[in-house]
């Protein structure tokens, strides 16, 4: 009788991981088409302008002609199954595109042939490599008219390093590829392949010595020798393999299945995940070893949340075997659910599986408990194991929203929650201090697929406009205000008069109030109305419509009338006493200034720094980054950095990020005051 878990195992080593990363455009769509049909997966390739690829399924990504979710897809190939994971390469889907890289051995950074290396794909291939992902450039568009291929491998070598080596190269001018690792002899469109072959040879011996020895005496060596260095120096970045193809033509595409079989590792052979057992200090790494009879561990790494079918929860296996009986926990939850169903996807179709081992790609739907990043497991003591999480550009670019109809606001922020639930790049908040929901995204496009879903998914209508600053007013000299409030109408009058004076507070500090009332002018029962009228002023503000911060207020004296004295009399004559000490004590209008980190290539720093002075800014210092990027401290108003993602991607051709933080607050420009309090007069008036 054959041993299960000896099947299991082999079953494991014969699965390869692929995801397809890079800039948009490049090709990566047309090109996972290509390799389904090589493998025999589709009967014939989609078309992208024609909207029939497995991966671009979505509606949106039809009319657009661009991915804008990450698909996932599988195939066989010589007895080997292969998952393909299609990412979008903009910069506004990163939420999609980065967590790919936790479900999968190689990330494969794919470059256009006829556009080169674009920012994106030097992105990608950072993070990959910070994830210790074997990697791999593959070119596409070899039969692009008027491209130098020659050229370009030079470019990819400047650009990601020496160790970026040619596994094979173009022919009869791109339309079709001669290998360079298992053939030492022949001829390309670069010259002999021998050159190539040597090169490679002699990278991948190089991490082990006994290899080096056996190289230098025999002067080659057979490359099916050289598996267990190849996956080494793919493990230790030693090796970047280059690969040529046209997803047209079809000129590399076979080539490339075989190197994903043959050279690429498998889940027993790449670097272990970076798991995390514990919360906080006591936080520990731990390995998830690919070893189908232990317990399961796995990482969900993608979810998705559709009107009709539900929650579908995406995720890779690292640890033990998935069944369709298993009884999963998700994270800490302590109550485990039961897979009904497992599937592998093929695009926006659901592939019914009775087993996954580690290294399958595989979903489970209609699960509310489960979401992103959580970690699948069937051990109570493995509650507290997590991935080391991802280092997401954060957030920044904003969008206040409000149904149109009045009355749905509860329904809009469960619809918000479900697609922020799909998109870790993607953040809600409701911000108290201007009382707006406001919709938090990578950039304009990011926000504008995400209102648009909103429409056509779930039929939901929202308004949208630039959120509104958390401007604050303040005081910045003492001065004293006094006000009679006295109204007859026929029977009981009111009547109340309040004596006060204000003095500006150090910033930050606050609100404070004193009764220094002697004598009983004032009874005691009427000063919290006092302090109530004043309240109203500090939230509806008094020059701008701002709310007042950082003032001291002391009542000293006033009048009352036996008779006539009620408490709205006297908090209308504190509201109105507390106003005319404000306009006599030099008002200001303060802005929220915050805090900025921008990363950006070394090469653009003088026009960032140039223009964060045009916007107000104070450059606090520079620092050094890794691959050539420079971090730019600042402190920025608030109200400058309306749009500034965009402003940022003309200057740094795509490639800046920034991040803000709050951190003080500080009077604007008279100008800036003349304009604010003129706008809040004609709303008054109106």
């Not at 019914?352 to 699948?376: N, Q």
């Not at 957030?395 to 639930?421: F, M, N, S, T």
């Not at 204000?502 to 000063?527: H, K, M, N, S, Y």
Request: with cysteine; glycine share 8%; proline share 6%.
């Amino acid at each position: 009788m054959p041993n299960r878990s000896n099947g299991l195992a082999a079953e494991m080593q014969s699965v390869r991981t692929l995801a397809l990363v890079g800039a948009a455009a490049a090709g990566k769509s047309s090109l996972a088409e290509a390799l389904l049909y090589q493998a025999g997966a589709i009967g014939a390739c989609g078309s992208i302008e024609r909207g029939s690829t497995v991966s671009d399924h979505d509606p949106l990504e039809r009319r657009m002609q661009h991915s804008l979710n990450a698909s996932v897809m599988h195939l066989t190939h010589a007895n080997t199954r292969i998952h393909l994971i299609d990412t979008p390469g903009g910069p506004d889907f990163l939420g999609q595109s980065m967590p790919a890289l936790e479900a999968v051995e190689t990330a494969a950074v794919v470059i256009n042939a006829a556009t080169g290396i674009e920012p994106m794909a030097v992105r990608m291939m950072a993070y990959a490599a910070s994830r210790r992902l074997a990697r791999m450039v593959i070119v596409t568009k070899t039969d692009a008219q008027g491209v130098s291929l020659a050229g370009l491998l030079a470019d990819i070598q400047a650009t990601f390093g020496r160790e970026c080596l040619p596994l094979n190269l173009p022919d009869r001018v791109g339309r079709r590829v001669v290998d360079c690792f298992f053939n030492r002899f022949g001829q390309s469109d670069f010259g002999p392949v021998e050159a190539a072959h040597r090169a490679l040879v002699e990278q991948v011996v190089e991490v082990d010595a006994a290899f080096v020895d056996r190289y230098l005496e025999d002067g080659d060596m057979d490359p099916a020798e050289l598996h267990a260095p190849l996956e080494q120096a793919l493990r230790e970045g030693h090796l970047i393999p280059v690969c040529f193809v046209s997803s047209r033509s079809g000129a590399g595409v076979a080539e490339l299945l075989d190197v994903i079989v043959k050279l690429l590792p498998d889940p027993t052979e790449a670097n272990p995940p970076s798991f995390i057992a514990g919360e906080g200090a006591e936080a520990m790494p731990m390995e998830a070893k690919p070893d189908p009879t232990l317990h399961v561990l796995a990482h969900v790494f993608k979810v998705t949340i559709d009107p009709f079918v539900g929650k579908m929860g995406i995720f890779r296996v690292h640890q033990g075997t998935v069944t369709r009986d298993s009884q999963l926990y998700i994270g800490d939850g302590r109550k485990p659910f039961k897979v009904g169903h497992l599937f592998m996807l093929q695009g926006k179709d659901h592939v019914e599986v009775s087993h996954a081992v580690p290294g399958d790609i595989v979903a489970v739907a209609k699960v509310d408990e489960i979401h992103f990043d959580a970690v699948l497991h069937d051990a109570q003591e493995d509650s507290h194991v997590h991935l080391a999480p991802l280092a997401f550009p954060v957030p920044v670019y904003g969008l206040a929203v409000e149904p149109k109809r009045h009355g749905d606001e509860q329904r809009a922020w469960e619809i918000l929650g479900k697609l922020a639930a799909e998109d870790p790049c993607l953040r809600i908040e409701h911000v108290a201090a201007t009382n707006e929901t406001v919709l938090y995204g990578l950039g304009e496009l990011h926000l504008r697929i995400v209102l648009e879903r909103l429409r056509e998914v779930y039929r939901f209508e929202v308004q949208t406009r630039p959120p509104r600053i958390a401007y604050r007013e303040t005081v910045t000299a003492p001065a004293e205000g006094h006000h009679r409030h006295k109204k007859q109408s026929g029977g009981a009058g009111q009547f109340a008069e309040v004596f006060l004076r204000i003095e500006p507070l150090a910033r930050g500090a606050g609100f404070e109030f004193a009764d220094e009332v002697r004598g009983g002018t004032i009874p005691g029962q009427f000063i919290p109305a006092v302090e109530k009228g004043v309240r109203e002023v500090l939230a509806s503000g008094a020059i701008a419509g701002y709310p007042v911060v950082d003032v001291r207020v002391v009542v000293y004296d006033g009048k009352h009338h036996s008779v006539d004295s009620k408490d709205i009399a006297f908090a209308t004559a504190g509201r109105k006493a507390f106003m005319a000490a404000i306009r006599e004590a030099r008002p200001a209008v303060l802005e929220p200034i915050v805090q900025v980190e921008i990363s950006v290539p070394e090469h653009s720093v003088g026009d960032v720094t140039s223009d964060l002075s045009l916007r107000r800014g104070l450059v606090t210092g520079t620092s050094g980054r890794e691959a050539g990027t420079v971090a730019i401290g600042g402190q920025v108003p608030e109200a400058e950095m309306a749009n500034y993602q965009s402003r940022l991607n003309a200057m740094t051709s795509g490639q800046g990020r920034y991040t803000t933080a709050l951190s003080h607050y500080e009077a604007v420009p008279p100008a800036v005051q003349q304009t604010l309090t003129g706008q809040y007069r004609v709303r008054e008036e109106d």
